[in-house]
């Protein structure tokens, strides 16, 4: 849901006051998930804010990480909020609404705003906040959002500096440092839901990664444990290889 926000002031408040609010407010709601990264902030006839909820609750209170809270409190101190539903996002993902899940995908791409978790049981994007935090001693998202923030800037490298191996090993290798940040964190909240996250590798296929004919299917070898994968059909036309045992997942080719 795409909306716009106006700021209508209860009291006067300077322009640079005003920035560090909304700023301070933005970046929070985007820690935690109840906005995506599009966020816009004009000066119309009053200060507006153009933002993406991934679902239309998303800016309920009760979702508010406590720096939200402290945000949202300073910025409602000063201005009113007029919210205006401007219609559907068309760039952005489908958010899962099942009640419960039994296993989900960490994976993203180039310039990818969504959240990076799948549900395995819809094959749509779920909303960070709905999630287990991420790690000890955080209180939001932000380590996802910037795992997120790395791995397409490794691609975006990787697609303009002529494939070198670097960028291309930090992509496709497991044991990667850029993987190995994004597999701490899926593992770290796996455990705290109590079912899978498969963590998406890349694939180069016949350099690195291997795959194994099955019938009429290519099925990939786990880069890790080198035992058949297994295919799983998320949706009619989206399927993935999984390892169970070392959570890492390719897309079925
Ligand atoms: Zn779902
Ligand atoms: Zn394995």
Redesign the pocket.
Known sequence: MFCKIELIPKKYIDEESTKELVWGFLVSLHSNGQILKDYKFTKEKNYTLYVTLPKQDSLDEKYDSKYVKRNRANLYDAYETVLTPLGRNMEIADY?T?KS?SAMEMVTYTRDIDSVFV?L??G?SVALYELPLPADKEEDYWIVNSWQDNYSSMDILWMNSLFDRYTGNQRVKHDSVLNKSGIKIAEYMSEKLGYPIYYHLECDYGNSVKAEQVGDKQIHICPKCGKLMKRLDITDNDSIDVCAECRLSYDAH
């Open positions: 899962c099942c899940r549900c049981d819809c749509k």
